[in-house]
């Protein structure tokens, strides 16, 4: 059975600062894909980045970047230059009908 | 813009009657839709797995009969909550997936339901 485990209930983050949200799975497949989604007070859930288990690089897409480990199955995102509006939860979860982390609330601080 | 839309956004009901949720994507073709069940403050769970032409697969622990799951077409899938009560108050979303290489699930906006 997949699992996914955030352990930061909340995290705070000066604006323009950097932070990172962990995320550590476990699968017997080997092959699977990660993803992290934001979701906003309004509910909607945002796609933010893909990571692959066979990518040879971490993924990117704009200021969001996917720190992964696969011997240590984790895959953090890191979000550079935070902004007013990266206030959200943030949920990794990994495919097949999307396991999904317990969720991080994030609050950027101006 | 949007790839998944559901409709109601919101809906208030009475106990004992029966609710239709809409999702619909967009711009593409979807054989298997998802949905989900999240309550406040909490993480997404995975209800069911709706499938074109065929019977939808149900999470352990979800009752069939009482979520009944209709994929009609290659861009509608319907969730019925019959016989709604009190508990069954909750937001439900839907997810399609569009990228055929990475299977990224698009989710739409969410319906929240509230049964009085």
């Known amino acids: 059975a997949q699992k996914i485990t955030q352990t930061q209930p909340g995290m705070f983050v000066q604006e323009k600062e950097a932070v990172t949200l962990d995320c550590t799975y476990d699968?017997?497949?080997?092959?699977?894909?990660l993803f992290w989604y934001k979701q906003p007070s309004s509910g909607e859930m945002i796609f933010l980045i893909y990571?692959?288990?066979?990518?040879?690089q971490n993924a990117t897409e704009g200021r969001y970047s996917l720190n992964f480990q696969k011997a240590r199955k984790s895959a953090n995102l890191v979000i550079s230059a935070s902004q007013l509006g990266d206030s959200a939860m943030y949920f990794c979860?990994?495919?097949?009908?999307?396991?999904f982390g317990a969720g991080t609330i994030l609050r950027v601080k101006s | 813009g949007a790839v998944v839309s559901q409709h109601p956004s919101w809906v208030i009901c009475k106990s004992g009657t029966s609710v239709k949720i809409e999702c619909r994507s967009l711009?593409?073709?979807?054989?298997?839709m998802f949905w989900y069940r999240q309550f406040p403050k909490q993480s997404l769970m995975l209800m069911a797995t709706?499938?074109?032409?065929?019977?939808?697969?149900?999470e352990q622990g979800v009752e069939k009969d009482k979520f009944l799951i209709n994929h009609a077409s290659l861009t509608l899938s319907t969730l019925t909550v019959t016989s709604a009560h009190p508990e069954d108050s909750s937001f439900y979303i839907c997810?399609?997936?569009?990228?055929?290489?990475?299977?990224?699930?698009?989710f739409g906006p969410g319906t929240r339901l509230t049964v009085l």
């Open positions: 997810s399609a997936p569009r990228n055929p290489r990475t299977d990224t699930q698009y």
């Open positions: 699968t017997s497949d080997p092959s699977y894909g």
């Open positions: 990571q692959g288990s066979y990518d040879q």
């Open positions: 979860a990994m495919r097949e009908g999307m396991v």
């Open positions: 711009d593409f073709q979807a054989t298997t």
């Open positions: 709706s499938n074109e032409g065929s019977k939808a697969t149900y």
